[in-house]
C-alpha cells in the first residue's frame, strides 16, 4: 500500500535535544523531510547520529526494513544555518522554555519562511498566545506539545492561541495521526490539558505527607495497590525529577493566579533547593544504588493472640461489603446497636477524619479504627486502616492483624481527612471536572490525553464513574468542612454530573 501523502512535505525542527531529537524521528518516519537546526555546535550532528542508531536497532529488531530506514535516513537532513528552513511547510521549535528565547526565535523564523507556513512551539508551560504575540502572521502559529520521550509518548497537544486559524490546528492534528499519534485538541490555558490535569496527583500526596499522616513509600504502595497507577506518586517525581517537576507546579500555580487547587509544596521546594533531585541525583525520596530504588520494607503484621470481637457502624460506606469481608475473615462480629465495651469499633467514612465521626457518632475512640472503603475490597490489592490520636495500640494492631489473615497488605495510616486514596482520587477527579467546567477540552479528548500522557490507569471522568460521582462528592464535600480549604471546593460541572455520570456525555459537552 504506498504512503500517504504527508499533511507537510518539508518540516524543520529548531532544537535538536531529546524533544527536537525525537519529533525529527516520527516526522520523518511519516514520510516528511526533516531539516533539524541547532545553534549549539556539533548538535545537529549529534542528533542526527542518534536517530540512525535508532532506526538501525528497529531494522535488526525486525520492526523496521531495510528499505525504510534508508529512506528516512534520506529525509532526514542536517542544516548549519536557520535560513535553510526557508522552504518548510513546518518549522516546530523545541528549545528552552523562556517566553522571551521563544518570541525571539519566532519573530526571525517569520522572516524567513514563506507566508503560508505554520509555525508552531512544543511549550510545555507557557502562554501559546504570549509566544505569538507581536507575530505578523498569530493565524499560522499553534501549540504542539509532544512529551518524551516523544516516539513511546502517543499523545500530542495541540494547542490555539487567540488568533490561531483553526484550519491550522486541524491540519497538525492530521499530521499527527500521520506520524502515529493520537492528537487532542486543547485551548491555551496553563498546562493545557496534561501538566493541568496531572496536578492532583503529586500535589496532593505533598498535602498528605506534610500533614504526617503517612510516608512516602506509604502513600506510594497504597496509590499503586488501590487505584492502579504504574508509579507512586514519590517514584512519578524521582523518575522526572524535581528540577523539571517543581517548577511546573510554580508556573501553573502562578499563572491561575493562586488557585488553592494548584498550590506547591514548601517539601519539593526544599529538596530541589538541596539538589535532591530524584533518580538522576542518586537520591530523591528514596535513596539509589546503582539506579535502583531502596525501597523501606513494610512493617510486619502484628502477633495478637486474641482478637476483640467487632462492631461496624451503621454508616459505614460499603457496610453489607464490610460484614461479609469480616464474617470471610473469621471476626467475631457484634451486632447491637452498640458496641460492647471490649469491641473494635470499624467506622469507614468518605472523607472525613476518624475522630470527628468517633465524636459525632459518639463512640469510644480509643477503640475506633477506620477503614477505607472507597474502592471495592474485590478490586484492590491494599487495605488501608486509619488510627485517630486517641487509637489504643492493642485495637490498632488487632485491625491490622483482622485485615491481613488472608494475605492482603494492609496498611495502617495517621488520622486526616479522607483516606489517602479517597483525596488523591477526589483530586484528580476535581480538577478533570473543573476542565471540563471551563470547557478547555471536549470530555473525550481529556481522557485520552491522561491515560496516554500520564499513564493513569483509566481516565479521570471514567475513575469518577467507577469510584461513584456522588461517593467523590461526598469526599470533597467533608473534607471541605474537615480542612475549611478552598482545594476541596466542588467543581460545578461535577456537582451538576454526579447523579448521571462523568464519562457517558454528549460529545457537544
Not at 517525581?237 to 517537576?245: E, F, G, I, Q, R
Amino acid at each position: 500500500m504506498p504512503r500517504m501523502k504527508p499533511v507537510y512535505a518539508i518540516v524543520g525542527i529548531v532544537g535538536a535535544g531529546a524533544m527536537g531529537r525525537g519529533i525529527a524521528q516520527i516526522a520523518a518516519q511519516a514520510g516528511s523531510i526533516v531539516k533539524l537546526f541547532d545553534t549549539q555546535p556539533g548538535a545537529v550532528s549529534k542528533a542526527r547520529d542518534a536517530i540512525f542508531t535508532q532506526w538501525d536497532k528497529l531494522r535488526d529488531k525486525g520492526r523496521m526494513d531495510a528499505m525504510q530506514v534508508e529512506a528516512q535516513k534520506g529525509r532526514l537532513l542536517v542544516e548549519d544555518s536557520m535560513g535553510q528552513l526557508s522552504d518548510c511547510n513546518l518549522v516546530i521549535e523545541a528549545i528552552v522554555e523562556r517566553l522571551d528565547v521563544k518570541k525571539a526565535l519566532f519573530t526571525e523564523l517569520e522572516g524567513i519562511v514563506g507566508a503560508a507556513t505554520v509555525l508552531a512551539t512544543n511549550t510545555s508551560s507557557l502562554s501559546v498566545t504570549a509566544i505569538a504575540a507581536g507575530l505578523k502572521r498569530p493565524r499560522q502559529f499553534a501549540g504542539y506539545h509532544f512529551f518524551n520521550p516523544v516516539p513511546l509518548m502517543k499523545v500530542v497537544e495541540v494547542i490555539a492561541g487567540l488568533k490561531t486559524d483553526h484550519a491550522v490546528c486541524a491540519d497538525l492534528a492530521a499530521f499527527a495521526r500521520q506520524m502515529g499519534h493520537t492528537p487532542v485538541q486543547a485551548q491555551d490555558t496553563p498546562g493545557f490539558i496534561v501538566n493541568h490535569a496531572g496536578r492532583g496527583y503529586g500535589t496532593e500526596a505533598l498535602r498528605i505527607v506534610s500533614e504526617g499522616v503517612a510516608d512516602f513509600a506509604t502513600i506510594d504502595r497504597i496509590l499503586r495497590d488501590q487505584i492502579g497507577f504504574k508509579l507512586g506518586p514519590f517514584e512519578l517525581m524521582d523518575l522526572t525529577a524535581l528540577d523539571v517537576s517543581h517548577p511546573v507546579m510554580e508556573s501553573i500555580y502562578h499563572q491561575y493566579y493562586e488557585e488553592p487547587r494548584y498550590r506547591p509544596s514548601v517539601i519539593t521546594a526544599q529538596r530541589l533547593a538541596a539538589g535532591i533531585v530524584g533518580k538522576k541525583a542518586g537520591e530523591g525520596f528514596y535513596h539509589y544504588a546503582n539506579g535502583v530504588a531502596q525501597i523501606p520494607p513494610e512493617p510486619a503484621v502484628p502477633q495478637v493472640d486474641e482478637m476483640p470481637p467487632v462492631w461496624v457502624s451503621p454508616r459505614a460506606a460499603r457496610r453489607v461489603e464490610l460484614l461479609r469481608l469480616l464474617k470471610t475473615l473469621g471476626a467475631s462480629i457484634e451486632t447491637a446497636p452498640a458496641p460492647s465495651p471490649a469491641a473494635l469499633t470499624l467506622v469507614a467514612p468518605l472523607g472525613f477524619d476518624i475522630t470527628t465521626v468517633s465524636v459525632v457518632e459518639r463512640l469510644d475512640p480509643a477503640r475506633t479504627i477506620g477503614i477505607d472503603m472507597l474502592v471495592d475490597d474485590a478490586a484492590t490489592k491494599r487495605r488501608v486502616l486509619a488510627t485517630n490520636p486517641a487509637t489504643r495500640s492493642d485495637m490498632r494492631d488487632a485491625a491490622h492483624a483482622l485485615f491481613a489473615r488472608d494475605g492482603k497488605p494492609v496498611s495502617v495510616i495517621r488520622d486526616s481527612g479522607g483516606f489517602v486514596s479517597q483525596r488523591v482520587v477526589a483530586t484528580i477527579i476535581n480538577i478533570a471536572a473543573d476542565i471540563c467546567q471551563q470547557r478547555i477540552c471536549s470530555p473525550k479528548d481529556l481522557e485520552t490525553a491522561v491515560t496516554l500522557g500520564l499513564g493513569y490507569p483509566i481516565g479521570p471522568l471514567a475513575m469518577g464513574d467507577r469510584y461513584g460521582p456522588t461517593n467523590v462528592l461526598e469526599v470533597l464535600f467533608n473534607m471541605q468542612t474537615v480542612y475549611g480549604d478552598p482545594r476541596y471546593r466542588p467543581s460545578p460541572w461535577l456537582r451538576r454530573r454526579g447523579a448521571i455520570g462523568l464519562s457517558l456525555l454528549h460529545e457537544e459537552e
